[in-house]
């Protein structure tokens, strides 16, 4: 059901033809009220796509209506026509949907550069909006896949109201948002600048700590869209719980479907002086390319995990730091620990504790392994 | 010739069993004077290795008459018995020579965490200051070689005086010093604060410009030693010049010799506001895995290169950027330029020309693609 789960919203899933294999690539979402509150976050990068220079304005206004996704052409570094093709789409969904133009967020993924067809898409969208149903959520969950092996969708809740969510995304993972499109759904009764308060802290501590590789997309939007239609008020804190625990599951649905990754790894910094601190280190250690292939090879180098350490500006002393891997603490005050022999990596989950024995501050950063399957899928496939 | 082709200098290397191969694994260099003045720069890693920790502080007083080098151990994260073996090898060869414990330099390369056996190495020492000659610099630049496939070594020098120069590293390339240990020894007669300035602006433009795989070593060293045999005291500019270009033959060489690459690859930003942006988008770039699986995959892939510049800080419009691969604009103003198919990336060597046109500066930064063979031979390789 995934975000069709909360009362108020309609979804489709149709196939316009991006997409070469002919799978489904344009989703619709429509959220029929009585509440249009709305909340984005978008990628940090410069260089953002035109559907992102579109909704990032759209949001402003602190509604949306109806969110046009599609896959099989990511819009991005296409110029002027670019735009006008996010543009064209947004007032097409409007026109059929009775909204205004500016309450349609649009959202694109997959090929960097390549312009879709404009009436391939523009009759995508016509088609999904014929086809909106309250049980269409899994349908325009799969119609948002690029190299996705599955849908990925969450659900959580509390008395009387329901939260529902959709990612795609695997691969391009990095920090201030993952490489994806995520789109959260809520019946919930509560205004946009809430909204916003509660999916920035959401994201802080889900989407914003996956680092798979270290690279950062063009197009990353993470959207919440409350229908109200539960009529429930819930308490913010309660609200911030559900919805963190909705991204955190996503986030980690997307770490587990990176491109030929063999290992989960979860690098936990504890003892840090503040929680910056923490994943400074962490993101540090999630980016070694060094300590990524180790992994993958299976062997538990504390050596390539203290080397990236050092190049933080983190408070510690770099005489006295231990690390554990899979709960073996094979470095004690920076010198060998316990044999590396007792580590077991046969396992897809990975756990890599670092402890910088400065204060008492913790944070988690996820990644993958390097494998020569990444190095294969990426230097095959033209993103 | 290498380190003695300027006068004043004798080097030797010997096999001291500390590589299980029985290749050759300690180096010493002697600086036989007049004068002794030196300069070096070290790994900014936090976390160093306990030669660079002893020769940091050794180096302060601008002198240095010995060098011992060793491969097969960094004797690094060795806690203190690791600094105890480095400050037994320091006296060893200081009284074996009849110098001052701090006139002698330490440099170690190999294994993380690995503490070599004190009566290998320490034989070692004594068997390389045996064998001492004045022809000894080939002999020298072997046995510091690691995975390197090659010693590296290279001279340049002026009327009267010459510089020379050898440097191992394969791997563990990165910003503020590429992973190596490198000897720069010259006949030239100048005071040790004009060489430390020479030396500083000339890994400035080359060692730190480096950057193959991100990862910053903990042991990395680059030490000038001045022996004034020659008695001529050249021109400080000209000097800095042939320094710089010494340093920058030895850190293409390694370059070339980084573990698993097919690609060299070159990235110059241009049209830079200032050096520093020139050097951050560059930077940027280079350490992309997308980009890097690009150009393994033979791929002018501009889309990565854009994502890449879009999270720097740099001055720029983000909707007009120019990129070239070899030549070909495939980018023009952040959209489609010239085809793409006409870029051939079949030769090892990759230019990539970013213009930023935002001002008259510009800076390369030279990596690595990212390959089957880097992962192999990483995850493979307990480093």
Redesign the interface.
Known sequence: MSITAPRGFRAAGVAAGLKSSGDTDVAVVVNDGPSAAAAAVFTS????ANPVLWSEQAIKGGAARVVVLNSGGAN????AAGFQLTHATAELAAELLDVAPVEVQVCSTG???LLNDREDLLGGVRAAVGALDADGGDAAARAIMTTDSVPKTATAGGEGWTIGGMAKGA??LAPALATMLVVVTTDADLPADTLDRALREATRTSFDRLDS??????NDTVLLMASGASGVAPDVEEFTRALSAVCRDLALQLLADAEGAEHEIAIEVRGAADEDDAVAVARSVA????FK??I??K?P????I???????DAVFD?AD?DVAVNGVWV?R????GEPATDVSLEERDVSVTIDLKSGEHAATVWTND???T???E???Y??
């Open positions: 990068n410069r260089c953002k991005c570094y296409t110029g090929l960097i550069g691969g391009m590789d270290g690279c950062q997309s063009t980016r070694s390319n060094l292939t180790a993958f090879g062997d180098n504390w050596g390539r203290l080397a990236s350490v050092g190049t933080t770099p730091l470095c005050d920076s010198g060998p390097l494998t020569h990444y190095v294969h990426n230097s095959a033209s993103t």
